[in-house]
């Protein structure tokens, strides 16, 4: 059986992976449009990633993690979060298109997984970190 503190992140990664699949499955279809009519898949994913990174801020604020702390600290560290997940993105490309000659289309499926299990990680943690301690579940 789950104690609470377990649940609360697992229903935390439930709403994370719906929100995413949704929010996802438009970026990924907007990127094969762009792309289908020649744009750049770098330039493209750098338009995409700001815009799904400032619909996501709310969002995940709200919606996922529930945050009740500080809006500008929980903004600043979000964009430090979406920076890095940004640049991993940017070096799944690079690796697995520029570098071992893979198409695009499937290194942007894989870098769309690696980059979402790397920021709930980090949004978890690091932006939207809790600001009390876990109760103990006594219901073992």
Known sequence: ???????????????Y????????????SVYLLFTYFGVSPKVVISFL??????VGFWGNRKLIF????SLGKAGVRYLIAHFFGYLLNLGILIVMVD????AHQGAQIIAIFVVAGFL???????????TTLPMEDNNK
């Open 1 to 15: 059986m789950l104690n609470t503190s377990s649940r609360k992140v697992f229903s935390q990664l439930l709403r």
């Open 17 to 28: 992976a719906f929100f995413g699949v949704l929010k996802n499955s438009l970026g990924y």
């Open 49 to 54: 990633y700001i815009v799904g990174a400032i």
């Open 66 to 69: 529930s945050h009740q702390g």
């Open 99 to 102: 570098k071992l000659g893979h």
């Open 120 to 130: 709930f990680i980090t949004f978890k943690f690091f932006v939207f970190e809790s």
